[in-house]
């Protein structure tokens, strides 16, 4: 069995064209809400400088990430993105903090 590798990035929390550049904590939960634990590993509050979260050895499966910057009086949160990871395959996500307000026609 072969891992997933994942790159997740969070946008700027003003312009969602940019990246930003601060502390952010990332947590990976199952497709069913719960948090992901797997031998060893705990994928919650996972620290990646700069908004760059890169993980190598992600099990197969469906997982639902959110990432958290909390040097703000109140914390800021990015939508949640649903992601499938598949054996030996690359995952490159761009995250969107609540910040920006979606409008979709």
Not at 1 to 11: L, P, T, W
Request: charged share 20%; net charge neutral.
């Amino acid at each position: 069995m072969g891992f997933a590798s994942v790159n997740a990035f969070v946008c700027d929390t003003k312009n969602p064209c940019n990246l930003d550049s601060s502390n952010w904590y990332y947590n990976i939960y199952n497709c069913d809400q719960t948090p992901l634990r797997w031998c060893e590993h705990r994928f919650q509050n996972i620290e990646a400088q700069c908004g760059h979260l890169q993980l190598n050895e992600l099990p197969p499966g469906c997982y639902i990430i959110v990432a958290i910057r909390k040097d703000q009086p109140k914390p800021i949160r990015t939508y949640p993105v649903l992601f499938q990871a598949r054996c030996n395959e690359d995952v490159c996500l761009k995250l969107i903090p609540e910040t920006i307000k979606i409008k979709l026609d």
